[in-house]
């Protein structure tokens, strides 16, 4: 079991450069979302998604979009990188509801980006 | 707007010796608390959780938690701590009625030999 799956784990890009994040999860999990993180400000919520067709803003959406045509892969857009959106960016899903396996959140292992 | 706060960013502390990290979060109804590891270049792994029931939670690796409803907060301890436990420890906050997790800025724990 896969869990969450997350490409690339190393990127560095050139400001103005466009990339994608891609996350993928086996558990047919509802939920997902993305976060980043950054020194002594610890995760915070960039986008995320109830299902397949519906997204939302988080915390910190600008720069970033996302979309959600299956319900295996949320994948996390960067259009023109900044260096301000240097960070390490983790993927998280989980199913839905609160009961059960729903209050159980799995992460992916991470992807640190370099904006230079 | 919901926060969770972290109030040490960092806890240096002699191995075998007790640690207590500490989690306040603000929120007027019921809420799932977390407390996340990371270690150094890995992504997050969880510790424990309260979701309800007793207030004492016992996680892996030796730790337990406290929910403290009347103080909003939910203390992470150790008695006796090992430098592999050396890493970075997150609070989280899970209002159930809200389909958002948000999360403390961190405590980073260095355990000293």
């Known amino acids: 079991n896969a869990g969450v799956t997350q490409t690339p784990k190393f990127q560095v890009l050139k400001t103005g450069q466009s990339m994608t994040l891609q996350c993928a999860q086996d558990m047919n999990h509802e939920y997902m979302s993305w976060y980043r993180q950054d020194p002594g400000m610890g995760l915070r919520l960039i986008h995320y998604s109830v299902g397949a067709g519906i997204t939302d803003q988080g915390e910190v959406p600008n720069g970033y979009n996302v979309s959600r045509s299956t319900t295996e892969d949320f994948p996390l857009r960067l259009l023109s990188a900044a260096p301000s959106q240097t960070s390490v960016y983790f993927c998280a899903s989980r199913a839905s509801g609160t009961g059960g396996s729903g209050n159980t959140i799995y992460f992916g292992e991470g992807s640190w980006l370099t904006v230079v | ?113």
């Open chain 2, 1 to 113: 707007a919901q926060s969770v706060t972290q109030l040490d960013s960092q806890v240096p502390v002699f191995e075998e010796a007790p640690v207590e990290l500490r989690c306040n979060y603000s929120s007027s109804v019921s809420v799932y608390l977390f407390w996340y590891v990371q270690y150094p270049n890995q992504g997050l792994q969880l510790l424990l959780k309260y979701l309800s029931g007793s207030t004492l939670v016992k996680g892996i690796n030796g730790f337990e938690a406290e929910f403290n409803k009347s103080q909003t907060s939910f203390h992470l301890r150790k008695p006796s701590v090992h430098i592999s436990d050396t890493a970075e420890y997150f609070c989280a906050v899970w209002k159930t009625s809200y389909d958002k997790v948000i999360f403390g800025p961190g405590t980073s724990l260095s355990v000293i030999p």
